[in-house]
Nanobody, 114 residues
Framework: QVHVGESGGGLVQAGGSLRLSCVAS????????MGWHRQAPGKQREMVAT??????TSYADSIKGRFTISRESRNAVYLQMNSLNPEDTAVYYC?????????WGKGTLVTVSS
């Protein structure tokens, strides 16, 4: 069993930055990929960025060049978000993959004001 928790969301003005943190606990030795997803009001959840255990990253086109995912250890990932705009407003969820399951946190709200 893996438990995932996010932190770092908040209210920021357009052009500002935020850093989200995610820590997984429990059976962390089984975790492979970790990532960030987001869900804006009235929209489906979408992938933002993922990182493998080897450090290989993948990003959504909409955030490339502005967001950076990093992984400090097998069970901790971060999302540095720069040049935020109102379209980035969403609940951001962290996930940890422990095959064959994905474990999700409860999310952290990011609100970008114009």
């Amino acid at each position: 069993q893996v438990h995932v928790g996010e932190s770092g969301g908040g209210l920021v003005q357009a052009g500002g930055s935020l850093r989200l943190s995610c820590v997984a606990s429990g059976s962390v030795s089984s975790i492979s990929d970790m990532g960030w997803h987001r869900q804006a009001p009235g929209k489906q959840r979408e992938m933002v960025a993922t990182i493998t255990r080897a450090g290989i990253t993948s990003y959504a086109d909409s955030i490339k060049g502005r967001f950076t995912i990093s992984r400090e250890s097998r069970n901790a990932v971060y999302l540095q978000m720069n040049s935020l705009n109102p379209e980035d407003t969403a609940v951001y969820y962290c996930n940890a993959r422990s095959y064959p399951r994905d474990y999700w946190g409860k999310g952290t709200l990011v609100t970008v004001s114009s």
